[in-house]
């Protein structure tokens, strides 16, 4: 994967906590992010992890506006780590686990997709088009999956 500058980018920020467009969904918005970020992990520049240095920055890169978090303001000027994406879609793919369109385990190396800014990995390329045809079901379906490694992480657990 190539390294995306994220000054030379149609990007934008927003504070995770900040309030989300008011569509009746900002709840979910919010918990979705929540689900995310603690998915990803890391800050893809610098490898930080996220939350270390207050709340995470919301980000859009890339052509398909892939939705990400760095781990302060600071990281919006500068390049993305290669080393550090990687390691972000492999705690995304292994947070997800399972292929929300089949609903089985996800491959050694599974496909992915973007919708409406989020990664989603699939087990199959045709999935994509099941998910593009009913994107929230299984944006829905993702979120479950990444409450369930949440809980299954005692790293996660509120004390």
Known sequence: MKPYSLVAMSLFAILASSVQADDGHAHDHA????????????????????????APIKVAVGEQKEEIFLCCKGCTQKQINPQHWATIHTNIAQAQGKCPVMQKPLPANPKWTITNGQVVYICCPP?????????ETFLGRVDTYLTASMKRDPSHQHK
Do not use: F
Request: hydrophobic share 30%; glycine share 10%.
């Open 127 to 135: 999935c994509s088009k099941k998910i593009a045809a009913d994107p």
């Open 31 to 54: 918990k979705r992010d929540h689900l995310r970020a603690t998915a990803q992990k890391i800050c893809p520049v610098t490898g930080k992890k996220l939350g270390s240095m207050g």
